[in-house]
């Protein structure tokens, strides 16, 4: 089988390490920016970063609306940190008028680590990963303060929910493209593989 083309959403955020990542994870990756380009990947990555920026660019660019049609059709979605407020179904302590494209019936909380800890580095066990704890790396991160029935808790952190599937929606609080090990990336691309 082909590699699957796996986009990362290039707005604003750490874009160029999730595209080393998901290469090593044997995705071809690229980076999505337009409609047009979002049109041609078969799944994406929404990277870590400023989530009132990033949904700031996404109404700019005209992205707002083709994401959230992908999403609710199915694409298979990864959004670490920033990325996972903006797959929040809902968000608390964002900014008034913060968008997100929702995707997974989660209620995130924006800093809510960054409020106890700015960034840190932690030892994640993550169900269906396979050799180990992950390193997780939180910067500024959000947790899920409650997930819904159809959403899955895969890691915690210190009582916290840090990392969450629904169907094709993955979301972590932590950076695993800042670390070298791409578990959590080749399990994602698992997903992608199995849907198509
Ligand atoms: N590392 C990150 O992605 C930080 C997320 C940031 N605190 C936000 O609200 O978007």
New binding site residues.
């Given amino acids: 089988m082909t590699n699957p083309v796996v986009g990362v959403l290039a707005l604003q ?1 750490d874009v160029r390490e999730h595209l080393i990542a998901l290469a090593a994870a044997d995705a071809v990756a690229r980076p999505v920016r337009r409609p047009e380009e979002l049109a041609e990947v078969d799944a994406l990555v929404i ?8 949904s700031k660019l996404a109404v700019l660019f005209g992205m707002l609306e083709p994401l959230r049609e992908r999403v609710r059709a199915g694409m298979p979605v990864y959004g ?4 996972m ?1 903006m797959l929040a179904d809902k968000l608390l302590d ?1 900014r008034e008028d913060q968008e997100t494209l929702g995707g997974v019936d989660m209620i995130v909380r ?2 809510a680590f ?1 409020r106890q800890n700015e960034s840190f580095e932690a030892k994640i066990d993550f169900a269906g990963i396979a050799g180990g704890p992950v390193e997780g790396v939180f ?4 947790w899920v303060e409650s997930v819904g029935a159809a959403a899955e808790v895969l890691a915690t952190y210190d009582g916290h929910t840090v990392a969450v599937r629904q169907g094709n929606v993955l979301a972590t609080s932590f ?1 695993p493209e800042l670390t070298g090990d791409d578990r959590v990336h080749a399990y994602f691309v698992d997903m992608v593989r199995a849907g198509l």
């Fill in positions: 955020g990277p870590g970063g400023e989530s009132t920026t990033m670490t940190c920033a990325g407020i964002g924006r800093n960054g910067i500024r991160a959000p950076h």
